[in-house]
């Protein structure tokens, strides 16, 4: 049955796409911009969703041995120049006891894109906006690093972050590389925790 509320909500409708409200027939131009409005609103829903990343962290779960080797070997490279530096001074010393970034991997997701204006500033006449990606960053790592000297033990473990970061590409060029800039940053400050020992 066709109500009152109904009838009146149809004939709105039809009067913003060029419909006949009292037929209900549709002219095959209204029927294209009722199609193109559409197709239009469910990109921008599309848009705004979140996608997860497994792909992305099953890649980094297979490259986080390697990933925390190569680091690992980076950190200790310095323990050579710190004591290089300390030769002057009798009795220092100081080495890295402890060197592990551990076996819990760094994961990324949801990740969220959108489209955003010109940057601040931005030169008169240049073509401005870009596309924005927010990716949630999650780590509960067993990581251990301690530092050891003549006089005491310094360390820190299970690092824990919990935050959005976000990738900024602007401005759009028509050139290579067709991205003029990447901003990257946090919108908001991580929970960021550390056991000091």
């Known amino acids: 049955p066709v109500t009152g509320a109904s009838l009146s909500a149809n004939q709105d409708v039809a009067s913003s796409i060029g419909t006949a409200p009292v037929t209900g027939l549709y002219s095959r ?9 559409l197709k239009a609103e469910q990109g921008q829903r599309q848009e705004d969703a979140s996608e997860p990343m497994e792909w992305f962290n099953f890649l980094i779960q297979k490259l986080w041995p390697g ?3 190569y680091t690992e070997g980076m950190i200790r490279s310095y323990e050579s120049r710190i004591q290089a ?7 220092a010393s100081l080495s890295f006891k402890t060197c592990t970034l551990g076996q819990q991997p760094i994961r990324f997701g949801p990740i969220t894109h959108r489209a955003v204006g010109a940057a601040c500033g931005a030169a008169a006449g240049a073509r401005g906006g870009g596309v924005a990606f927010e990716v949630g960053i999650h780590w509960e790592s067993d990581m251990e690093i301690h530092l050891q000297s003549a006089v005491l033990t310094l360390g820190a473990s299970h690092l824990s972050i919990d935050g959005t970061l976000t990738f900024i590409l602007r401005p759009l060029l028509a050139k290579s590389p067709f991205v003029g800039a990447m901003e990257v940053f946090f919108a908001n400050s991580p929970k960021v925790d550390v056991d000091f020992k």
């Open 29 to 37: 131009k209204s029927f294209k911009d009722l199609k193109r409005a």
């Open 67 to 69: 990933i925390t080797q």
């Open 85 to 91: 530096a300390l030769a002057r001074i009798p009795g």
